[in-house]
């Protein structure tokens, strides 16, 4: 059965950094697009940025470019978001999801798979 898992949530500082990991089990993570989507409290879940399954390609929401990466490490079944130069409206809970077999998607509603999420928050 498919499995996500994130972690690496946390308080931090404004101008600070953080990495979350979503860690895949239950299926060929290789052949998954995986995304990070983040939801705040009375806002809509919104696309953060999206990589491939093999990596080659990724997509990030205009608020996040230049500030976070999305990566992989299919060997460790591990996708992974670098957030720096964080900000207090970065602050919400941030889902990882899976896409088998189709393009990188930033829109939730293209994705069936979830983690339970980690929460982020940016506040001094």
């Known amino acids: 059965q498919l499995q996500l898992v994130e972690s690496g949530g946390g308080l931090v500082q404004p101008g600070g950094s953080l990495r979350l990991s979503c860690v895949a089990s239950g299926f060929t993570l290789s052949v998954y697009a995986i995304a990070w989507f983040r939801q705040a409290p009375g806002k809509e879940r919104e696309g953060v940025s999206c990589i491939t399954g093999s990596g080659d390609s990724t997509n990030s929401a205009d608020s996040v470019k230049g500030r976070f990466t999305i990566s992989r490490d299919n060997a460790k079944n591990t996708v992974y978001l670098q957030m720096n130069s964080l900000k207090p409206e970065d602050t919400a809970v941030y889902y990882c999801?899976?896409?088998?077999?189709?393009?990188?998607?930033?829109?939730?509603?293209?994705?069936?798979?979830w983690g339970q999420g980690t929460q982020v928050t940016v506040s001094s």
């Open positions: 999801a899976a896409r088998g077999f189709r393009p990188c998607s930033l829109g939730p509603a293209d994705f069936r798979s």
